[in-house]
């Protein structure tokens, strides 16, 4: 079972970019392309944003991109919007079809 | 449009076994294009996966847990269910049941309201 590590916090102003980290090890994220992100509003369910690294399911704006460098993935959202002050949350499979969540990262927009 | 539901008791004793339904609309919980979760998150905590049921009947689980969690399906009711059994405090947590039909890997596009499940005497 992976505990993939996120920052506690991140933030940027209307407009601006902002990316979120998620850093695991080669038996999660470096070892398999299967990371995804999730959007949390506070008291509802989470929303899946990416999947498998940098893809995106239908409805989500292309404000909203992923990639994968080794065993770190990034979320990066653009043009930042008050609706997209939330926690997010990656996961990636972790091998003999187990999974594992980062502990959330909260995006303000100043 | 696939919708999920969870249904379950909100307060459970220690040492019980939680039992939760997951009933599904808008789509056949016996489809072979997705396959079916459970995902928690205590409060004001981060999420943790506790297992998955895929369309081969086979199933998967958090380790962390100990062999205390069951998942399986009534296709007759077209219901997800989670036991969990010997249950602490440390089990209070909103409990979500999730799908895959992306027929993509280890991610869920659909996702139940949650059910809080408070484990206290």
């Known amino acids: 079972q992976s505990a993939l590590t996120q920052p506690p916090s991140a933030s940027g102003s209307p407009g601006q970019s902002v990316t979120i980290s998620c850093t695991g090890t080669s038996t999660d994220v470096g070892g398999y392309n299967y990371v995804s992100w999730y959007q949390q509003h506070p008291g509802k369910a989470p929303k899946l944003m990416i999947y498998e690294v940098s893809k995106r399911p239908s409805g989500v704006p292309d404000r909203f991109s992923g990639s994968k460098s080794g065993n770190t993935a990034s979320l990066t959202v653009s043009g930042l919007q008050a609706e997209d002050e939330a926690d997010y949350y990656c996961?990636?499979?972790?091998?003999?079809?187990?999974?594992?969540f980062g502990g959330g990262t909260k995006l303000t927009v100043l | 449009q696939l919708q999920l539901q969870e249904s379950g008791p909100g307060l459970v004793k220690p040492s019980e076994t939680l039992s939760l339904t997951c009933t599904v609309s808008?789509?056949?919980?016996?489809?072979?294009?997705?396959?079916w979760g459970w995902i928690r998150q205590p409060p004001g905590k981060g999420l943790e996966w506790i297992g998955n049921f895929f369309y081969s009947g086979s199933t998967n689980y958090n380790p962390s847990l100990k062999s205390r969690a069951t998942i399986s399906l009534d296709t007759s009711k077209n219901e997800l269910s989670l036991k969990l059994s010997s249950v602490t405090a440390a089990d209070t947590a909103v409990y979500y049941c999730?799908?895959?039909?992306?027929?993509?890997?280890?991610?869920?596009?659909?996702w139940g309201q949650g059910t809080l499940v408070t484990v206290s005497s």
């Open positions: 808008g789509g056949s919980i016996s489809s072979s294009s997705y396959y």
């Open positions: 999730a799908s895959n039909t992306l027929m993509a890997e280890a991610t869920f596009d659909y």
């Open positions: 996961s990636s499979y972790a091998g003999s079809n187990s999974l594992g």
